[in-house]
T-cell receptor, first 113, second 111 residues
Framework: GENVEQHPSTLSVQEGDSAVIKCTYSDSASNYFPWYKQELGKRPQLIIDIRSNVGEKKDQRIAVTLNKTAKHFSLHITETQPEDSAVYFC????????????FGGGTRVLVKP | DAGVTQSPTHLIKTRGQQVTLRCSPK?????VSWYQQALGQGPQFIFQ???????QRGNFPDRFSGHQFPNYSSELNVNALLLGDSALYLCASNVRNTEAFFGQGTRLTVV
């Protein structure tokens, strides 16, 4: 089955700096890659997603890049703010967006003011 | 729109007991998925229900079972609870090819 590895497990950045989280996946048939943000005690919330027919997608300060050949994708957060502090999860799935998601282990991001 | 609602929010059970967790999907959603999130880890897929049938299943034993009702709400049942079943159980809903929308989860503690 699919396996998703996520690095780093923790990331501490200064407010205003950029943060980058990387994930690799094993199933070459995976074609949908969402990123979720989970604040303490709250539900995971989708922040951005990308499909395999696209190499990059951007939404304000957040961008995701995908390299299908290397089977890895990354989340980039620019101009970080204290409210970006949370745990971020990458995930991968085959087919429709709502199909079974295989998650990475998570990255705890701390933005220091 | 209340989003995905789960009940109860917290639950304490004894080893060997059985538990039922409930989920109401977001309005307009017809597909419900269940995930188990152990402390400090990413969610793991348990199963997905669509049209009252289990459509996909993850690598969980038969002690984990579910049901979907005609109104699209769903239940997750776990029998013969083990200490290792202690986790946050997340329900997610979606419709057709849209992204999964998660509830806040039920925190299950097995003692």
């Amino acid at each position: 089955g699919e396996n998703v590895e996520q690095h780093p497990s923790t990331l501490s950045v200064q407010e205003g700096d950029s943060a980058v989280i990387k994930c690799t996946y094993s199933d070459s048939a995976s074609n949908y890659f969402p990123w979720y943000k989970q604040e303490l005690g709250k539900r995971p919330q989708l922040i951005i997603d990308i499909r395999s027919n696209v190499g990059e997608k951007k939404d304000q300060r957040i961008a995701v890049t995908l390299n299908k050949t290397a089977k890895h994708f990354s989340l980039h957060i620019t101009e970080t703010q204290p409210e970006d502090s949370a745990v971020y999860f990458c995930a991968a799935s085959r087919g429709a967006a709502g199909n079974k998601l295989t998650f990475g282990g998570g990255t705890r991001v701390l933005v220091k003011p | 729109d209340a989003g995905v609602t789960q009940s109860p929010t917290h639950l304490i059970k004894t080893r060997g007991q059985q538990v039922t967790l409930r989920c109401s999907p977001k309005s307009g959603h017809d597909t419900v998925s269940w995930y188990q999130q152990a402390l400090g880890q990413g969610p793991q897929f348990i199963f997905q229900y669509y049209e009252e049938e289990e459509r996909q299943r993850g690598n969980f034993p038969d002690r984990f079972s579910g049901h979907q009702f005609p109104n699209y709400s769903s239940e997750l049942n776990v029998n013969a609870l083990l200490l290792g079943d202690s986790a946050l159980y997340l329900c997610a809903s979606n419709v057709r090819n849209t992204e999964a929308f998660f509830g806040q989860g039920t925190r299950l503690t097995v003692v």
